[in-house]
Nanobody
Framework: QVQLVESGGGLVQPGGSLRLSCAAS????????MGWYRQTPGKQREFVAT???????NYADSVTDRFTISRDRAKNTVYLQMNSLKAEDTAVYYC??????????????WGQGTQVTVSS
């Protein structure tokens, strides 16, 4: 069974920084895509950033140049460094790991979510 445990959320003032962490445990293929998504009340979960097992990254336009995703393969952990935070970044942030089964169908695993609040 795969488990994702997130940490690092909290309250921060506009312009501040936070670092989210997500540790994955269990049987996970080393060939995976790790990422972060976020959701606010009444809205769909939205993409924030992903990083492949090879280190290729992808970001939503709204966070490019402010957020940085990274991973530690030895620890099976993904990070999201968030700088220059804005009120509109307030959301519950979810960690995601995507793998493919033997016929290449995607299988998604999700963390429990961590609240990030940007407010003065």
């Amino acid at each position: 069974q795969v488990q994702l445990v997130e940490s690092g959320g909290g309250l921060v003032q506009p312009g501040g920084s936070l670092r989210l962490s997500c540790a994955a445990s269990g049987s996970i293929s080393s060939n995976n895509l790790m990422g972060w998504y976020r959701q606010t009340p009444g809205k769909q979960r939205e993409f924030v950033a992903t990083i492949s097992s090879g280190g290729s990254t992808n970001y939503a336009d709204s966070v490019t140049d402010r957020f940085t995703i990274s991973r530690d393969r030895a620890k099976n952990t993904v990070y999201l460094q968030m700088n220059s935070l804005k009120a509109e970044d307030t959301a519950v942030y979810y960690c995601n790991v995507r793998v493919r089964d033997y016929v290449f169908r995607p299988i998604d695993y999700w963390g429990q979510g961590t609240q990030v609040t940007v407010s003065s």
